[in-house]
Every structure is written in structure tokens, then in C-alpha cells.
């Protein structure tokens, strides 16, 4: 019992709420259902979770601000937001404060159990990834994995968990090509070739951060046709 997985599931719609419960608990999670926002941060603060599914459209404080102040105060939980908003702003919204996935309602109860799964095994490839040597430094730059914590030619700033994967795939990676398909199948679990997108922009934000001339790079190199090779020679 003590080995299961804890969810915060956060959820103000009654039926809905009730049903994914029960169908998370019936996959062996250990469940703690809240439907505001201010419930949803005094549980988070109280207890401990290993993910978080949010709605966006709760009482007293929205989804995005829960999001954001979890994100401040743990870098690296995963936060997968469920939301009837499907438009392209409020996906960039989210994936700029910092959440891991956005499925939009009505979404199909298997893909979000597939969801889940795969946010808490990436979630333990990370860690394991991280515990040998947290500290990584190429260039100017010194990348502190652990508490997702960087300095850059360019200042001190801190990096979203996606951010950190991302770079750390590369950097495992590091003088061989990795497509975006790959990327977006083992960080994002994606498989949907639109949404490409999604890559090229981590990947432009990554390179603004730690690359001395962003439209001349010489970490995070593309490879035409093939995707982005990770480079610290």
C-alpha cells in the first residue's frame, strides 16, 4: 500500500470528478479528490503526491494560478491539466507556467490512464537519471538537474521540469541525432506529427537561454530533415 502512487485530482464537476476516482483507484493510485483551488494548495502543502490532475475552471483560485504555485515550490511534480478550453493560447499558457500535459474534456478515460502512466515513469527516469550527477556544465553554462536551477552567460534562471527533460535527453544523447517524433514519444508521449510545434519551441527556448548566439548554434544544433543534435565540444 505504502509503494502505490498518490494523485491530487482536482476537480469541481461532481459526475466526472466521482468517476475518475474510482477509475484511478481501480488502477491501484491512491486518490485524494479536491474541487477548488484553495483546497487543491492546502492538500498540496499538507500531503504528499506524486501527480497532480487539474482542471483549469475551479472555484476561488483558478487552475493555472494552482499551477503556477505548485510549480514555484516543486519544480519537478507532474502536473497534467484537464480543461474543456481547447484553444492554442491556453496550451501555450499552461506549457509556460510550467504544466506537463493538457488533455482537452471530453477526453477518453483510457488515454488519460496512459497519460498518467507515462508522466509517472518519466517522472522516475528523471530521478534516476538525475542522482548520479545533477550538475552538468557545458560552455558558460552549469545546469543543476536536481533542483532544475541554471546560470548562462545570461544570469541565474530556472528551468520548467519539460525544460530540464528535454535538455537532459539531448545531453544523454549527446553526438547523436534524436528525431522530434522521438522526443515527443519519450518526453511528451505524443505521437501526433502536428504537433511538432511543440519541440521546435522548447527547443528555441533552450537555445535562448544557453546558446551565445541563438541563430548560431553550437550546443543544440539541427540536423535538416533529421531533428537536434546535442553537442558540448
Given at each position: ?46 500531503k504528499s503526491f506524486d501527480l497532480i490532475l487539474l482542471d483549469i475552471m475551479i472555484p476561488f483560485v483558478d487552475g493555472f494560478e494552482v499551477a ?166
Amino acid at each position: 500500500m505504502g509503494n502505490r502512487n498518490r494523485i491530487l485530482l482536482v476537480e469541481d464537476e461532481e459526475t466526472l470528478a466521482v468517476g475518475l476516482e474510482y477509475n484511478l483507484k481501480k488502477e491501484g493510485y491512491a486518490v485524494t479528490r479536491v474541487s477548488d483551488g484553495k483546497k487543491a494548495l492546502e492538500s498540496f502543502r499538507t500531503k504528499s503526491f506524486d501527480l497532480i490532475l487539474l482542471d483549469i475552471m475551479i472555484p476561488f483560485v483558478d487552475g493555472f494560478e494552482v499551477a503556477r504555485r505548485i510549480r514555484e515550490e516543486s519544480p519537478q511534480m507532474p502536473i497534467l491539466v484537464l480543461s474543456a478550453r481547447s484553444r492554442a493560447k491556453d496550451r501555450i499558457k499552461g506549457l509556460e507556467i510550467g504544466v506537463d500535459d493538457y488533455l482537452v474534456k471530453p477526453f477518453h478515460l483510457k488515454e488519460l490512464l496512459l497519460r498518467v502512466a507515462g508522466m509517472l515513469k518519466r517522472k522516475k527516469w528523471y530521478r534516476s537519471s538525475v542522482e548520479k550527477s545533477p550538475v552538468y556544465r557545458f560552455g558558460a553554462n552549469t545546469i543543476n538537474f536536481g533542483d532544475l536551477t541554471a546560470r548562462s552567460g545570461k544570469g541565474v534562471l530556472r528551468l520548467t521540469f519539460h525544460e530540464a527533460m528535454v535538455l537532459k535527453y539531448l545531453m544523454d544523447r549527446r553526438g547523436k541525432v534524436v528525431s522530434r517524433r522521438e522526443l515527443l514519444e519519450n518526453i511528451w508521449q505524443i505521437h501526433a506529427e502536428v504537433e511538432t510545434r511543440t519541440v521546435d519551441a522548447f527547443i528555441v527556448r533552450l537555445r535562448k537561454y544557453f546558446e551565445p548566439n541563438p541563430e548560431k548554434p553550437v550546443f543544440i544544433k539541427s540536423i535538416r530533415s533529421a531533428g537536434y543534435l546535442f553537442t558540448d565540444a
